[in-house]
């Protein structure tokens, strides 16, 4: 089951490691009607969770607790008005990750999944994350945690996660998870780029087209003559660090940087390798992994936004692969044929 599923990056890719969806619950109207049309068999929630916590989860999902595999999703980051106080599930009220904490609380799940970013470390000065995994510690649970860069594991760019898994209690000295191994080929945009399905795509001001032109692949503001570069930088100019996302273009032979949720941001820009312009929809999905039949529904803002937010499926993939087979191995290492054939 899937908590705060977006456009279904991450519920993809535990499919793909063999899970079988028992229902995803998402609020925006576009990425659950990008689920409901990829995925009709699944049981998609269109609804605010905070109207879905509160129920007898057990009796409308048709699951007893304990039954239930995995409980995955990312719910947005934020601070805790009562953070170190050690008040359980109080600490966490009045956020959305209250209600992920709710379902972990009624339905017991053998294991649980937590994505997030990165900064979730030190959001609140460490606070935040400290409160979910006191949270995840009542509950019953045994936590490991790793902060995964998609490049390490197939997928065409550089983006961090924060992974949190969570085993039950009653099952930690006979379920093993292992983090998934990184691997010896770490692609890069050249291996993506190619054939890409026509689809929308922003444009760029022509001015700002014509001063991208200029930029080399794999470059940036200092590239490009300086006068041009102050010019279009205005204030930008006189602020300090390396400013290295500011008329940035991509180069083939290298990862995408992290896909975002808008196509053209003045201090994070991710020019394509070849043309003066953003990436399309479709080239962004590629980036993240999804199957060029996986349709995003809405408007072009919309989808843009769906993909940025996703999970490369990659990714999501290589992990729930490796909690598929930890509880492969623990239900095989349970039942009574595998205990005949080893006693």
């Not at 977006?6 to 995803?24: N, P, Q």
Request: hydrophobic fraction near 35%; charged fraction near 25%; proline fraction near 6%.
């Amino acid at each position: 089951m899937e908590l705060f599923a977006g456009a279904g990056g991450l519920a993809l890719g535990i499919e793909r490691a063999g899970f079988e969806t028992l229902g995803l619950i998402e609020f925006d109207r576009d990425a659950a009607d990008t689920l409901k049309a990829n995925r009709p068999e699944w049981n998609v929630i269109h609804d605010d969770i905070a109207n879905i916590s509160p129920l007898d989860l057990t009796e409308y999902f048709s699951i007893q607790p304990g039954e239930l595999d995995l409980l995955s999703g990312g719910a947005p980051c934020q601070a805790f008005s009562y953070a170190g106080k050690r008040l359980g599930l109080e600490d966490a009220r009045g956020t959305l990750f209250y209600h992920y904490a709710v379902f972990l609380h009624k339905l017991q799940p053998k294991v649980f999944l937590f994505e997030n970013v990165r900064g979730l470390l030190t959001h609140n000065q460490g606070r935040t994350y400290q409160t979910m995994t006191d949270i995840f510690s009542d509950e019953g649970y045994t936590i490991q945690k790793a902060i995964l860069n998609a490049w390490d594991f197939g997928v065409p760019q550089k983006r961090e996660r924060l992974i949190t898994i969570g085993i039950r209690n009653d099952l930690k000295d006979e379920l093993f998870i292992r983090f998934p191994e990184k691997h010896n080929y770490k692609p890069v945009l050249r291996d993506v780029l190619a054939d890409v399905p026509s689809s929308d795509g922003a444009q760029y001001s022509e001015y700002k087209r014509k001063i991208f032109e200029l930029v080399p692949p794999g470059g940036y503001w200092r590239d490009i003559p300086p006068d041009i570069a102050k010019e279009y930088m205005k204030s930008c100019w006189e602020m300090g660090g390396g400013r290295t996302g500011i008329l940035r273009r991509l180069s083939l032979d290298e990862p995408s940087l992290a896909v975002l949720t808008s196509p053209s941001q003045k201090q994070t820009d991710r020019c394509h390798p070849m043309e003066a312009r953003p990436f399309t929809v479709r080239e962004n999905a590629r980036v993240q992994c999804f199957p060029d039949e996986w349709a995003f529904c809405g408007g072009i803002g919309s989808q843009y936004r769906q993909v940025g937010n996703a999970v490369p499926v990659q990714l999501a993939y290589e992990i729930a692969k490796e909690i598929y087979s930890g509880l492969e191995r623990y239900s095989c290492g349970n039942c009574p044929s595998f205990q005949n054939k080893i006693s």
